[in-house]
C-alpha cells in the first residue's frame, strides 16, 4: 500500500467517523472509522520510514590517487 492508499483509508476513516450517522446493527460505524484511519497513519509512518531508507544515499568514496611514474624519462 502506498501514500495514496494510506491517504484514502485516513479519509474514509475520517468520514466514517465524522460525517456519517449511520446505525448499523453489531457494528460501531464510528469505531471502524477510527480503526481505518489509526492503520492509515501507521502505514503511512511505515511507507515514510521505508522511502527514507531506500533514498539516503551512502557516502562517496574517497577519490583514487594518482601516482605519477617518473622512471621512464626521454
Do not use: Y
Not at 19 to 40: E, K
Not at 53 to 66: L, Y
Amino acid at each position: 500500500m502506498g501514500m495514496g492508499g494510506c491517504i484514502d483509508l485516513i479519509a474514509v476513516g475520517a468520514i466514517l467517523t465524522f460525517a456519517v450517522d449511520w446505525q448499523v446493527q453489531g457494528m460501531n460505524v464510528r469505531l471502524v472509522g477510527l480503526i481505518l484511519m489509526a492503520v492509515g497513519f501507521i502505514g503511512m509512518t511505515a511507507w515514510v520510514s521505508v522511502f527514507k531508507r531506500r533514498h539516503t544515499q551512502p557516502p562517496r568514496p574517497a577519490a583514487p590517487v594518482i601516482e605519477e611514474d617518473h622512471r621512464f624519462t626521454r
